[in-house]
């Protein structure tokens, strides 16, 4: 299968790099980005409880350390990835967001509570209720019927059937959102 890359392939620069800490240490002056932080600068408002969990969620993704703060070496990746990240990558990305409980698998709770935030958040309207949405992903993904989604079924299935990568995929436009919020900042 062919990789879908962004964009723009071309590697960031020294020049991007130093902008990106100029905005990164004005708005975070200790070095360590907070979820509040963190929210600002990507211009979330959560509306909503879930909202509110799934950003905290995609920022633990991106916290490799663990200790609830990203420093700018985090960050850079945060925004590589959400930029130029190849298709995999994201895939990856988004599998260890869903993830919540860390055990490397999908379980059905995991994917409805997913399914439920994202149809509030992209606005889905569908006759399906997040419970038959939850049936049909594992139904196309879950290829040993084990009932979980291993990381390469999740890859595997996403990348086989455009409807599971538009639902699952966390790309609610994130590289255009992004940029827009950001040149904002600088």
């Known amino acids: 299968?062919?990789?879908?890359?962004?964009?723009?392939?071309?590697?960031?620069?020294?020049?991007?790099?130093?902008?990106?800490?100029?905005?990164?240490?004005?708005e975070c002056p200790s070095g360590a980005l907070h979820l509040h932080e963190f929210?600002?600068?990507f211009g979330v408002q959560s509306s909503s409880e879930e909202e509110a969990l799934y950003i905290e969620s995609i920022f633990k993704s991106f916290d490799r350390n663990k200790d609830n703060v990203l420093d700018f070496m985090e960050f850079v990746a945060a925004v590589h990835l959400v930029l130029r990240g190849k298709l995999e990558d994201r895939l990856r990305w988004s599998f260890k967001v869903y993830d919540r409980d860390e055990n490397g698998k999908l379980d059905r709770d995991e994917v409805k509570h997913i399914i439920t935030i994202i149809c509030k958040i992209k606005k889905l309207n569908t006759d399906m209720?997040?419970?038959d949405v939850c049936d049909k992903i594992f139904e196309r993904v879950d290829q040993n019927k084990d009932g979980q989604i291993s990381l390469s079924e999740f890859i595997e299935g996403a990348q086989k059937d455009p409807w599971i990568m538009d639902l699952?995929?966390?790309?609610?436009?994130?590289?255009?959102?992004?940029?827009?919020?950001?040149?904002?900042?600088?």
Do not use: H
């Open 39 to 41: 929210r600002k600068i």
């Open 1 to 26: 299968m062919g990789q879908v890359q962004s964009d723009s392939d071309e590697e960031v620069d020294l020049a991007q790099i130093q902008a990106l800490y100029t905005v990164f240490m004005r």
């Open 129 to 131: 209720t997040p419970s």
């Open 168 to 186: 699952l995929k966390l790309d609610v436009d994130a590289s255009g959102w992004f940029r827009e919020n950001w040149k904002k900042k600088t």
